[in-house]
T-cell receptor
Framework: GQNIDQPTEMTATEGAIVQINCTYQTSGFNGLFWYQQHAGEAPTFLSYNVLDGLEEKGRFSSFLSRSKGYSYLLLKELQMKDSASYLCAVKDSNYQLIWGAGTKLIIKP | GAVVSQHPSRVICKSGTSVKIECRSLDFQATTMFWYRQFPKQSLMLMATSNEGSKATYEQGVEKDKFLINHASLTLSTLTVTSAHPEDSSFYIC?????????????FGPGTRLTVT
């Protein structure tokens, strides 16, 4: 079956760096997404990776290794407002989205 | 884990016809279901929020008479695109929030690709 794994919860300190991992097993691959979701709000798009490597966008970076079925989201210079859930999703060979359960990131002062 | 399904996964319809998309929570009860539209640059736009047994709440700019939402049970919500036009072609995603789950925790469906010709 298709599966996406990411940690349920992580805690980090304001100003620090945190890496949220995502591993996937899907039938085919047509891109991997990261979304940020604050409680009660719609998800906000963060990144889209379809080729191997690192994509940097400000304080956020996303890495993909298709051969390993692995991605991570790297958040630098953490701010309190980064406390949210981070969702990893993969589009499979049928362009269906397979969603991870999300990682709840808690930022402490 | 909680699973949300959507049917159909893709549909092609002619301009002027109506299309119904189903969203089901397979192993949990959902008091609230959300309908999103994914745009080409991958952003998700919330269209409406539906609560079981009551009328849906639509986001500003979303025509409620065009996008009919019915949340008839705790496991099923439907989105009907009425009088579809080519500009309605998009990827529609639903999500469901568990009855007794963590506040704000949503589970997302695989999406439905709608193409209007």
């Amino acid at each position: 079956g298709q599966n996406i794994d990411q940690p349920t919860e992580m805690t980090a300190t304001e100003g620090a760096i945190v890496q949220i991992n995502c591993t996937y097993q899907t039938s085919g691959f047509n891109g991997l997404f990261w979304y940020q979701q604050h409680a009660g709000e719609a998800p906000t798009f963060l990144s889209y990776n379809v080729l191997d490597g690192l994509e940097e966008k400000g304080r956020f970076s996303s890495f993909l290794s298709r051969s390993k079925g692995y991605s991570y989201l790297l958040l630098k210079e953490l701010q309190m407002k980064d406390s949210a859930s981070y969702l990893c999703a993969v589009k499979d060979s049928n362009y269906q989205l397979i969603w991870g359960a999300g990682t709840k990131l808690i930022i402490k002062p | 884990g909680a699973v949300v399904s959507q049917h159909p996964s893709r549909v092609i319809c002619k301009s002027g016809t109506s299309v119904k998309i189903e969203c089901r929570s397979l192993d949990f009860q959902a008091t609230t279901m959300f309908w999103y539209r994914q745009f080409p640059k991958q952003s998700l736009m919330l269209m409406a929020t539906s609560n079981e047994g009551s009328k849906a709440t639509y986001e500003q700019g979303v025509e409620k008479d065009k996008f009919l939402i019915n949340h008839a049970s705790l496991t099923l919500s439907t989105l009907t695109v009425t009088s579809a036009h080519p500009e309605d072609s998009s990827f529609y995603i639903c999500s469901a929030r568990e009855l007794s789950g963590e506040v704000g925790k949503q589970y997302f469906g695989p999406g439905t690709r709608l193409t209007v010709t």
